[in-house]
Every structure is written in C-alpha cells, then in structure tokens.
C-alpha cells in the first residue's frame, strides 16, 4: 500500500523504547500539561493557597480558643487535621480535571494518539501531588507564624509528610474514578466533595473523638479519615502510634490497589461527549 | 488490487441501549482520496469516526484504516492517524506552541523534533504569531487551525476531521477548506465529516449520505445530484419582448417539459449539456431581439438529493440519538464566537 506522507522540511520518526519506559515519559508530558496550566486558572491558585491559609487561621484564632484538648497546644493538634483535610479535598481537583478535558474532548485526542493508555491518569495524579505538596509547604509555612510548633524529630517529621503525601495520592485515584464516571463537570465537582464532608469533619481532624456523640464516635472511630488523620498527628507531634500509622498507610495502599486498575480499565472505555 | 483503499469498512454497528447509532456502514476511501460522510446531527457520524480512530468498538463489522485493523491493530493504527475537529480539542490553558509540542511528544518525537514541528506547523497555519498566547485568547478559526495543526505532527497517511468547520464564521471555514484542500494535494486521504452540503460538493471525491445510522446514498456529488435529474436553465424575458417567441426558441433545446411562469416573465427549460448549449440559446434570443433580465444554469444542490432521498431536510432532529452530538454543536458554537 502507498502510503502518502505530508511534507515536512524533515521526517519526523517516533522513538522506539520499551512499553514502561513510554508510560513513564507520556505521564510526565501530562504531569507538565498540567503544572504549566495551574498558575493560569485564577480559581486554582485560589483553592490551593488562600483557602488553605484561611483554614489555618479560622482554626487557630476562632475555634481555636474554645476548644480544648488535654495535654497538647490545640494548635498543634489541630494543625496536622487540617492538612490532611486539606490535601483530600485538594484531590477532588483530578477528577473535576478529568470531566473538564472530557467534555473539552481532550480525553479524546489522548486517546487517538500513540501514548500510554495509564499516562492520562499518572500524569494527573502526579501533577497533583506536586501541587498538593505545594500547599502543604504553604500551610505549614502559615502553621509556623501562627505558633505551630511540630514538636517532634526530622525522621517523624519526614514521616509525617510521606503520609500525607500517600493520602493525598491515593485520594486522587478515587477522584479521578469519580471523574470519569460523571457526566459533567458540575457533578464531578459535587460528587467529588460531597462524601468527603462527613468522612473529614466526623473524624479526628478538628475534635476529640471521645467528645461525640455515641452513635457518631461509632463511625468515626473506625473510618479511614481518623486513622489516616491520627496517624499523621502522632508523627508530627513526636509519638506516633505504630498501629495508627500503618492502618493509614495500609487504608492508601488498599484504595490504590483498587481505583488505579479501576480509574486505568474506565479511561479506556470512556469516550468525551 | 487495482485500487487501494485508505479506509474500508463493512456491516459497521453501534448501539447504545435502545439505540442504535450505526446499523450496518459500509464506507470505502480510495488513498489520496477524500471520503465526504454527509448527514444530520445525529445520524451516526461521530460514531463511525470514533470506531475508525479506534476510540470506540463497534459492536458488528470491522474496518480497517491504512492497512490496519481498528480493533486488532489499535495500537499500530494510533501512530499513523490524525484526529482533528470540531470535539478533538486543544488545552486551552497551554500556548498554542505548548500544545503542538505536547503532542508531538506523545506521539513520542524527541523534545529536539517535537519543537522544530511545533514551528514548522505554526508557520505554516498562520500562528507563528500567536503561538506563545494561550488558546483560550484564540478565535474559533484559529482553534480549529491550531487543533488541525496537532493532527499532523507525523504527517499521518490517514486524517479524519470530524465537522471541521461546524461553529466557524464564513471567513474561518473559506480558510479552513483551503488548508484541507492543500493536504490531500499533498496526498493524504481524508475523511471528512459534515452537516454541510457545499462543504461535502467542494472537497470530497466520494460521497456517503448518512441518515439514521445508515447509508442511504452514495457517489461523487455529480452522481448524488443526477438522482435527482439534471440541469435547468432558467430564463426571464425582459418586458416588451415576445414572450411566446421566446417560449418557442427554448422548447428547441428542452429535454422535458418546460415550466413557463408568464406573469413573472420566467421559464425554466429542463436540458443537458447545458453549458454547450448556453451561447446557442444567447444568440437565438439576441436574432430574435429578446433582452434578458436573467438567465442562469441551475444544477441540483445537494439539499435537493437531501430531501430527495431522505424526505426531510439535512436539519437536526432533536429526538434522535443526537443528544450529546447537538451539546457539542452548542459548545463549538461558544469556543467560535469566544
């Protein structure tokens, strides 16, 4: 068969690399995609460092005097609540990207192109963790002026942020399922933060879970927000409960475990509208 | 083989629940040829386009493009297609640069290659101006010359552009057909979908009429309108003149019944041949010493095979499967006028 070529002052040849090495180089294309867009969306910049700032500050100096935790500065025990808070519903932004380049046709134009099928994924979540990272480098920038002291050493403190970090990754994966799901961009966005209210505020986030009610401590004893948030706290606060923190690590990598392959076999069959 | 087909398709079928977006599409592109897809909103378009750039999977049939399967060969077939249109977007939140090189690299060029295309397409679809300006500040014509620019990163043997001009002013679209004109000179095989019969009429060699997921004709534009009967001359006799001399005169030439309207002085004279015949007609009536006030060579327009064919024009039909087609054709409409 004669194939036609159109002209080009030189022939431009794909590069032939292995499979993983191709998913690799396409999620990092995506992952800069998206790091060069976000300084551009003005709400973007508003949600990843006013809104954090703002809820280091509203704590702090509002809730923050009349509510008392024995033991500790509330400060310190608060502070690390608000940035898994924070970094979780910072994730609701992969899947309000997807539905975005989904109704963009975006999503369609990756997916007639000779790339990795998993890079549109990877990419996103990894962008988005950077820019999670990001905010999580803001809050405790404003925690520290405010009188947050982390009161613990370098090895628990890097610790304490590796967890966040896995959070806010393996929240991401589940937005992005959300993402591909719905069918529009408004229902990514409602969809996206509504289960995420009770299951950040009915936790150890903000209070002491003993002071619930009995039916609600019930609940938030045992989801994964509490043990996600307790194991954080106990690193940054220099005591951390071994239980607590592999519940947490292991709530992430079982969320991981089942909405990559999810969000990965849903992309493929998803076509734009 | 004595011809060589670009695209083939057999007995294509797509449902979506109860309904049925393909039934059954045969659709055959000769290399370096261009295939016109001509029907309504929601006729199947769209569907065929995205089974043949393997976005979708059809539920029947097989098709294959460039020699490849769409199904069996998806990956393959990835490198040597392109993809442009009124859905196949352009991250509007990138430059125009940025995004020409973006997919250069994800059609896995170097970062060296992916930019030295970048610039030779930006120059060569007027953008070399625009190109560090994001998309967003772009117009529906640029947009369009910008995500048509990202559909030819490897110079790709097959293009399909699905409605390339739908949602763009008169001046976006005149320069949006010169541009897919210019690729299929250079010998690419294009299929092109569309709502507009001119659009089918100027550029395609063959065309398919899609209504209600199946092909209901197909042809060149010549063969399409001869089904609808061929050539009229129509006449106007200016005032004072002998109109029934000049009745007389044109009956010669007719090759049917003539259509003779007295009180606005017109006739319309069913003929073929009509250009060899057109200076005959020019001189008898000039011996006769007639003054025309008009008088035109009217070929059937593709409308008229539309409404022949189909029993209701090429319009939308809302409650067809064309739901999601119809939100699309409203955003192309925003990013135009944007």
């Known amino acids: 068969m004669t194939t036609a070529t159109l002209p080009a002052k030189t022939t ?262 | 083989m004595s011809r060589e087909y670009a695209i083939l398709a057999e007995g294509l079928q797509k449902s979506y629940g109860q309904t049925h977006a393909l039934r059954g599409v045969d659709l055959a592109a000769e290399t370096g040829t261009v295939l016109g897809v001509l029907g309504p909103n929601g006729a199947g378009k769209t569907t065929a386009v995205r089974i043949l750039t393997t976005l979708l999977k059809p539920d029947a049939g097989h098709a294959t493009v460039a020699g490849l399967d769409v199904v069996r060969q998806a990956d393959e077939l990835r490198a040597r297609i392109g993809l442009a249109g009124q859905y196949a977007a352009v991250d509007e939140l990138l430059t125009g640069r940025e995004n020409l090189e973006m997919f250069g690299r994800l059609y896995h060029l170097s970062t060296r290659d992916a930019r030295t295309r970048a610039n030779e397409l930006l120059e060569r679809f007027e953008l070399a101006d625009a190109a560090n300006r994001i998309a967003k500040t772009y117009s529906g014509g640029m947009r369009r010359r910008l995500d048509l620019a990202g559909s030819l990163i490897v110079s790709p043997p097959v293009l399909f552009l699905d409605e390339p001009t739908t949602g763009l002013d008169p001046r976006g679209r005149t320069g949006m057909w010169e541009i897919i004109s210019g690729l299929v000179a250079d010998g690419a095989t294009v299929l092109l979908t569309t709502q507009y019969l001119e659009e089918a009429d100027l550029l395609a060699n063959q065309i398919a009429v899609v209504d209600h997921g199946q092909i209901i004709a197909r042809g060149t534009s010549d063969e399409l309108k001869a089904q609808v009967g061929g050539e009229r001359l129509e006449v106007t006799i200016a005032r004072g003149g002998d109109f029934d001399a000049a009745v007389r005169t044109l009956s010669a030439h007719a090759s049917g019944d003539l259509h003779v309207d007295a009180g606005q002085r017109r006739i319309v004279v069913p003929v073929t041949n009509g250009a060899r015949l057109l200076p005959d007609v020019v001189r008898e009536m000039d011996a006769a010493g007639l003054t025309l006030d008009d008088l035109a060579l009217r070929r059937p327009t593709l409308d008229d095979v539309f409404l022949t064919l189909t029993g209701h024009e090429a319009e939308e039909k809302p409650d067809d499967a064309a739901a999601p087609a119809d939100r699309r054709g409203a955003r192309a409409t925003e990013r135009a006028s944007a």
């Open chain 1, 12 to 273: 431009f040849q794909p590069q032939q690399r292995a499979r993983l090495v191709w998913a690799l180089t396409d999620a990092w294309v995506i992952a800069k995609r998206r790091l060069i867009q976000t300084p551009r969306i003005p709400d973007e910049i508003v949600f990843a460092t006013i809104q954090p700032i703002m809820f280091v500050l509203l704590f702090r100096f509002v809730f923050g005097s009349s509510i008392h935790i024995p033991g500790v500065n509330y400060v310190d025990y608060l502070l690390p609540g608000i940035f898994v808070q924070t970094v979780i519903f910072g994730s609701v932004t992969t899947g309000i990207g997807l539905a975005q380049d989904l109704e963009k046709g975006l999503i369609d134009r990756f997916r007639s192109l000779p790339m990795a099928k998993s890079a549109v994924l990877t990419g996103r979540t990894i962008a988005d963790l950077v820019r999670n990272a990001f905010v999580v480098f803001v809050m405790f920038a404003v925690g520290l002026l405010v009188g947050y002291r982390p009161t613990t050493n370098v090895l628990y403190l890097i610790g304490g942020i590796a967890l966040l970090l896995l959070i806010s990754f393996a929240f991401s994966w589940v937005s992005a399922t959300i993402g591909l799901a719905v069918h529009s961009v408004e229902a990514a966005q409602s969809a996206g933060f509504i289960w995420l209210f009770p299951l950040t505020f009915a936790s150890s986030a903000f209070v002491l879970i003993a002071t619930l009610p009995d039916w609600l401590r019930a609940f938030a004893q045992r989801q994964p927000v509490t043990l996600m948030v307790d194991g954080v706290r106990g690193l940054l606060l220099g005591h951390p409960n071994s239980g607590d923190v592999w519940s947490a690590v292991a709530w992430c990598v079982g969320i991981l475990l089942v909405f990559i392959p999810l969000s990965v076999w849903m992309y493929g069959r998803r076509v734009g509208r």
